[in-house]
């Protein structure tokens, strides 16, 4: 139920890519922290809703431990700031439905497969949602959680297998383009692979009044967000975070994540 209907080549890019556009349907997004979602998919479900389309989006905690000074910002500080923060970044994009799972920050890994699962896949059997985005098996940036998030989703969609499901993923594109400023401030892992360009199944280029709106969306994150911006810069900040691509998930990714009953 949804289509890329035109076709853009970004600057400096061997692949072109469909721009996707939303034809229907509802888009279910889970991830691990507030903002995960802001700076992956804030283009893609500011899109969806425009277009009318019902938009979910789930976490499975609050970040409480997203700090460089806990003594400052203690977990439960935190976890009330950063709450705040994602209600105001939701109301932004006008997305209404949300639900954290409440486990730890931090601790997801530790979560029973059958208990996380459970719920995830019973929403996308009431929902029967046209697209499913969350994190990869490589979590982006390599967190605990992020990676086990992605584990969560894929069993569950498993199951149900309903829509198509997606991973957020670093295009090479992307990493060339921004190799320099992700070295400088440690931004991803040093053996981040990423995905070949021809690879990319689905993305969102934003235009100038999209990279607006989403700038809002991230400032509305801002205990995580304005320090990265100010060590940035403004503009390449907004250029560093205007191409959201997805991919498919392998046949090889679906089968070694175990569904709960093949786990137990």
């Known amino acids: 139920m949804f289509c890329g209907r035109r076709r ?39 899109r969806a809703r425009r277009a009318g389309a019902r938009v979910v989006c789930w976490h499975a905690t609050r970040g ?15 976890a ?5 923060e994602l209600a105001e970044s939701l109301r932004l994009l006008g997305v209404t439905e949300h639900r954290f799972l409440g486990y730890a920050d931090g601790h997801c890994a530790e979560v029973p497969l059958a ?3 459970a719920p995830l896949a019973d929403l996308m059997a009431e929902l029967r949602p046209a697209l499913v985005v969350t994190f990869g098996p490589d979590g982006i940036t390599g967190h605990p959680d992020h990676i086990t998030v992605s584990r ?4 569950a969609w498993r199951q149900v297998r309903h829509g198509k499901l997606r991973y957020a993923a670093s295009s090479h594109w992307f990493l060339r383009t921004f190799a320099e400023v992700h070295h400088r401030l440690g931004l991803l892992p040093a053996d981040t ?38 060590a940035m810069g403004e503009a390449l900040y907004r250029r560093w975070y205007a191409v959201e691509t997805f991919r498919a998930p392998t046949p090889a990714e679906l089968s070694a994540v175990a569904v709960p009953e093949e786990a137990t």
């Open 8 to 46: 853009r080549t970004l600057v400096g890019m061997t692949a072109t890519w469909p721009d996707w556009q939303p034809d229907g349907g509802t888009v279910l997004g889970i991830w691990a922290h507030p903002d995960d979602e802001a700076y992956l998919s804030a283009g893609l479900m500011a």
């Open 64 to 78: 409480e431990q997203g700090t460089p000074d806990p003594q400052a910002w203690p977990p439960e500080r935190l």
């Open 80 to 84: 009330a700031r950063r709450v705040a």
């Open 115 to 117: 208990e996380a699962v």
């Open 152 to 155: 969560w989703v894929t069993a």
């Open 193 to 230: 692979e990423g995905v070949p360009d021809d690879q990319v199944a689905l993305a969102v280029r934003l235009s100038e009044a999209e990279l607006d709106h989403k700038r809002a969306v991230l400032a509305a994150h801002a205990s995580q967000t304005e320090s990265l911006a100010a």
